[in-house]
């Protein structure tokens, strides 16, 4: 039997084993433009063993529940004929990754893993949550939870946070092309929760050898966040002191994230991004008063401007025409992009989280982009914007 056929068989004896975790489709080469991604978990429904699929769009997600021969037959038609060409089973005790190389063979690695919970087979709408474990020593210097891995009562909405930030990315992560070293820069990376938990999450969960740096001007809690890694034996993630303007990514930069960088603070970690010609980037932009100076300077008269004229609707609306030009800008440089929320309306206005993953762009289209920038620059009377301004396009 061929390793294709012979994972089939063994991935259907862990189903029925209860070993699988869950399982993963990625690196789709099909003809459907907007899937992106299938997750797959062992549920019950009325007392039978079921498979879960999450079908994963640009835009939206679909869930289909499968016998498991069904659900055999629908993976084998996924990955032989549909196009996905990477498949990664979790279970309790051992991760398997088949992935197909460019000349169309299944390839099989093994890896060990310990610690890991047994599938939730509930079939709720509960957040799956990421983490590889609660009890990890990181959690506890950084005051998240307690030495038995319980969560603080004072520390949920960050731990909700940090799983949700995983969640929100794991897709995008999973279909970062394979290499020998990932090498991720998180600029103001602040008291490093996140960067942490991207951290464990690929190099534990994703077993993907990588080099994360967190970049932070203030002193102090660059030297905490250092030594919190060390004793956590991340051997690989260090945080540097610096601005983001400042950074240079001597290795080369894989992933850029930056997360509440202000105002065109967050246009300067795009511009090292595209220059590095980052897989994936991904910003959750902080306050917009760039362009909106340049609204109250301009007062542009158009079908719109009722609404302008109500400061608080000015505010929204330079947010909105802010990420708006970032997310074209970098669709200009070849990448796709996602505009989500990250943080509940509760707890921060401020909550848009732009994930942009590296992909091909014609000639053609790029000058669409740029003609459609210069409309929207002149209609609601905008004379630049940073990024724009970095990028040499506002000329």
């Not at 950084?142 to 946070?161: C, R």
């Not at 993630?237 to 997360?259: N, S």
């Not at 440089?333 to 942009?356: C, L, R, S, W």
Request: overall charge neutral.
């Amino acid at each position: 039997m061929s390793v294709y056929t012979d994972f089939l068989k063994d991935l259907q004896e862990a189903i029925l084993s209860q070993r699988l975790v869950k399982l993963s489709l990625g690196n789709y080469k099909g003809l459907d433009k907007t899937l992106k991604n299938v997750y797959i978990k062992p549920v019950l429904l009325k007392q039978e063993l079921k498979l879960s699929f999450v079908y994963r769009y640009a835009t939206k997600d679909i869930t289909k529940n499968y016998s498991l021969e069904d659900a055999i037959s629908e993976l084998d038609d996924l990955t032989q004929f549909k196009g996905f060409r990477r498949m990664h089973a979790q279970l309790l005790e051992a991760d398997w990754i088949m992935q197909m190389n460019k000349k169309g063979e299944w390839r099989l690695d093994k890896s060990q893993v310990s610690g890991r919970d047994q599938a939730d087979l509930t079939h709720d709408h509960k957040k799956e949550r990421r983490l590889t474990s609660s009890k990890q020593s990181y959690l506890q210097d950084l005051k998240l939870t307690d030495a038995e891995g319980q969560v603080f009562k004072n520390a949920q909405d960050k731990w909700k946070q940090i799983n949700h930030y995983i969640e929100l990315l794991s897709g995008a992560l999973e279909g970062l092309p394979q290499q020998e070293q990932l090498n991720v820069v998180d600029m103001g990376a602040g008291k490093g929760y996140l960067t942490f938990a991207l951290y464990d999450y690929l190099q534990h969960v994703l077993q993907r050898n990588a080099s994360v740096i967190g970049v932070e001007f203030r002193k102090d809690l660059v030297d905490f966040c250092n030594q919190v890694a060390e004793k956590a034996s991340f051997s690989g993630l260090h945080f540097v002191e610096g601005t983001i303007a400042d950074f240079k990514a001597d290795q080369g930069m894989d992933v850029l994230i930056a997360l509440h960088a202000c105002d065109t603070a967050t246009d300067d970690a795009i511009y090292q991004g595209i220059q590095q010609e980052a897989s994936l980037i991904v910003v959750a932009p902080c306050c917009h008063k760039q362009v909106r100076r340049e609204l109250e300077a301009v007062k542009a008269k158009n079908d719109l401007d009722f609404m302008t004229k109500h400061g608080i609707f000015l505010e929204r609306h330079a947010e909105m025409l802010t990420d708006s030009i970032r997310a074209l800008i970098m669709e200009y440089y070849g990448y796709e992009t996602k505009v989500m929320q990250f943080i509940a309306d509760q707890h921060t206005p401020k909550n848009v989280m732009i994930v942009a993953s590296k992909r091909n762009v014609q000639p053609n289209k790029q000058a669409e982009i740029l003609a459609k920038l210069q409309s929207l620059k002149s209609y609601f009377g905008v004379g630049y914007q940073h990024l724009e301004r970095l990028c040499g396009l506002d000329k």
